[in-house]
């Protein structure tokens, strides 16, 4: 088997995820890597100390390149997705797709015109909480969905969000679409349906309070990045521009009918997900997101809490990052570069998470005004439906 040659566009704390696709003499390789820091590219180097090394991804469009992973800052995965499809590489979008409606748009229309595969890197689809609960929800273990809930308890929200440029809104809209993106996508994905109006509230009440601020352009993720920063208010060298919310609620109600409620926190001290999903005859929640957590099924009537549930089913155990997850993805990824067919992620269902989300922020900014969704080209849903085949 002839090796797929990938590219890395953007070497910060994401791009690791490409280390999966590098397999040289065994269908892949990454053979170049692009970033406008040297440090970046050093530092990537080590890793994959035969590729070729650029400041600029437009170096990269001339390299005869299979695939690229594209795991820059969000606002900068509109302009380089689309360069790449233009020039016929089929492109792996780390999420968010981008950091508008308008523009994850722009990149599926050019996905269509160019006929290049597009995949977006939304994982969580991978994640074995999340199959576990998609498994059981589809073998009616509820019953028909009705509602979901998730609870987002970020710990360490004031070192992975609020000292680079993810708490600049001009890089990332908001919180609410950046982080949330990934929730909104499982909610929808679990409920079979996507978001067409929402209202929403949110604000920066802590971290906007800490005055010790500190430019950290020229560190990498990992200089900055400790577990001890506790409580939040003893944080210290925040971003110079730190103007989104750090906590956030949203209402969300799909086309299918189903409510959706979204609540995310980054000043907890504990890090993981809860989702609860009621249906017409019971409701599941999971407890930890991770290997060693379970989701419970209640579905006989009871009268005040109780912990025994009716079913509780293990999360599966799982190698690699995010539970799992990331080998999954870029596995998924590959074989959708050389052979197309039909995966667990969806363009368009990335685009409804950006949609939910940017909506969900727009709402919150101005005083929880409900909004609506625009609707995608039906012809960009039928492509992307079909699997990117014509």
């Known amino acids: 088997m002839t090796d797929l040659r990938f590219g890395v566009v953007g070497l910060g704390a994401r791009s690791r995820i490409a280390q999966y696709a590098h397999r040289p003499g065994e269908g892949s ?35 005869k390149l299979d695939g690229v992973f594209l795991t820059t800052p969000d606002d900068l995965h509109e302009d380089p997705a689309i360069d790449f499809l233009r020039a016929g590489v089929s492109v792996f979008v780390e999420k968010p797709l981008a950091i508008t409606t308008s523009g994850c748009d722009r990149v599926l229309q050019a996905a269509y015109d160019s006929g290049a595969r597009l995949y977006v890197g939304h994982n969580m689809r991978h994640m074995p909480v999340v199959l576990t609960m998609r498994e059981l929800i589809q073998a009616g ?52 349906g996507y978001t067409t109006r929402v209202n929403a509230m949110g604000a920066l009440t802590l971290y906007g309070g800490i005055e010790d601020r500190l430019d950290r352009s020229e560190q990498r993720f990992g200089d900055f990045v400790s577990q001890d920063n506790w409580p939040p208010l003893s ?39 809860n989702y609860t999903v009621i249906g017409t005859e019971g409701r599941l929640e999971n ?12 579905n006989s009537k009871r009268s005040g809490y109780r912990e025994d549930a009716d079913l509780v089913v293990d999360i599966p155990d799982a190698d690699g990052g995010h539970a799992g997850a990331d080998p999954r993805l870029v596995d998924e990824y590959i074989r959708f570069v050389r052979e197309g067919g039909a995966t667990l992620t969806s363009p368009v269902a990335a685009r409804a998470a950006v949609a939910a989300g940017y909506a969900a922020t727009t709402s919150l900014r101005d005083n929880g005004t409900p909004i609506d969704i625009p609707p995608m080209d039906p012809a960009l849903v039928t492509y992307f439906e079909n699997g990117q085949a014509r």
Not at 43 to 57: K, S
Not at 167 to 184: F, Y
Not at 249 to 263: C, E, F, K, R, S
Not at 287 to 298: L, Q
Request: hydrophobic content about 40%.
């Open 141 to 192: 273990a509820i019953g028909e969905v009705k509602a979901i809930w998730c609870r987002h308890f970020v710990g360490h929200g004031g070192d992975y969000y609020f000292k680079d440029w993810h708490a600049d809104r001009r890089r990332t809209t908001g919180l609410l679409l950046q982080k949330g993106a990934h929730d909104i996508d499982v909610m929808h994905w679990l409920a079979g």
């Open 29 to 63: 390789e990454v053979v170049a890597l692009a970033d406008p820091a040297a440090a970046s590219r050093d530092a990537a180097q080590v890793l994959y100390p035969d590729a070729t090394t650029h400041a600029d991804h437009t170096e990269l469009l001339d390299q």
């Open 287 to 298: 407890f930890g997101d991770s290997p060693g957590g379970v989701v419970k099924v209640w």
């Open 235 to 273: 944080q210290q060298g925040m971003a110079p521009v730190m103007d989104v919310e750090d906590i956030s609620m949203a209402n969300l109600l799909l086309d299918n009918g189903i409510y959706v409620t979204y609540q995310q926190c980054h000043y907890t001290p504990d890090y993981w997900r």
